[in-house]
Each structure stands twice: as C-alpha cells, then as structure tokens.
C-alpha cells in the first residue's frame, strides 16, 4: 500500500438545540423534545462525516460546497449532502474504508439508535455497519453541550482507491 492508495480526513460539528423540530443524527429521527438549529436538518454527525471525507480529498467543506445563504437549500435533508460528497470520493478515484465518530450530547441516550444510525448510513457509504464506528459520550455538565444547549460530533474516515 502506498501512501496515494489512502486518504485520512477528520470533521466536526457542532449545533444548538432549538424548538420545534425533529431530531435527526445519522440520518435517523431519535425521540427529543428538541432538533437541531441548522440551515439544513442539522444532522451533526452527518456533517461532520462529510467534512472528514472532504478534508481527506482535499476539498472545501460542506460550509463552502452547500452554503447557509443559501435558500435553494434551506432543510436540505443531509443525507443528500453525504450522498454528494460520496459521488466527490467516486470522481476521484476513492471509496470509504471505514469511518469513526464520536457524538457529543448529555441527551438524549445515543446507544439505542446506533445500529439504525449504522444501516442508514452504510447505505449511503456503500459500506457494512461494522465499517462505521459511532461512539457516544457527555460532557460531563461542562460548557454548553454539558448545559444541554446542543450536540457535537467528531468523525475521522479513511477513503481507499476505488478499484477500477
């Protein structure tokens, strides 16, 4: 394997709660009180995963490729943006080895979604779930996650050339 034959990325997000809409993450609506605040539906961990693919290709991120300003996008649902983002890997030549991420929220409880998250997300990926980590923890009641005012996500993927 040569250095060319991979590619590392990492991505964040992060966003507050706010009334009124449902809460997606992974692409699966979980039970809450409250949604994401988001121009699109806010799906954290699903940006964060695009941002890392992006990084790994070298490209800008979803901020620049689907910006907030603009209305044509307004709710976009983001399973479409990683649905782009994977044909920006095929283009060039890469498919996603795996990815690992970490959810960031006091609640609600991550753990009962994570299987669902993973068959929504493998689909998109083109990958099995047991290629996608996703990990949960708190904050402790530290800052404003650990306040409940919203959730963050951390992903890092390995994308691999595409076989031809």
Known sequence: MTASSFRIGHGYDIHRFGPKRPLILGGVEIPHDRGLEAHSDGDCLIHAMSDAMLGALGLPDIGTLFPDDDPELAGMDSREI??????????????????????????????????????????????????????????????????????????????VEAPA
């Open 82 to 159: 990683l649905s782009e983002v994977v044909e920006q890997c095929r283009s060039k030549g890469y498919a996603v080895g795996n990815v690992d991420t970490t959810i960031v929220a006091e609640t609600p409880k991550i753990a009962p979604h994570v299987q669902s998250m993973k068959a929504a997300l493998g689909n998109i990926l083109g990958i099995p779930p047991t290629r996608i980590g996703i990990k949960a923890t708190t904050n402790e009641n530290i800052g404003g996650i650990g306040r409940g005012e919203g959730i963050a996500a951390f992903a890092v993927c390995v994308l």
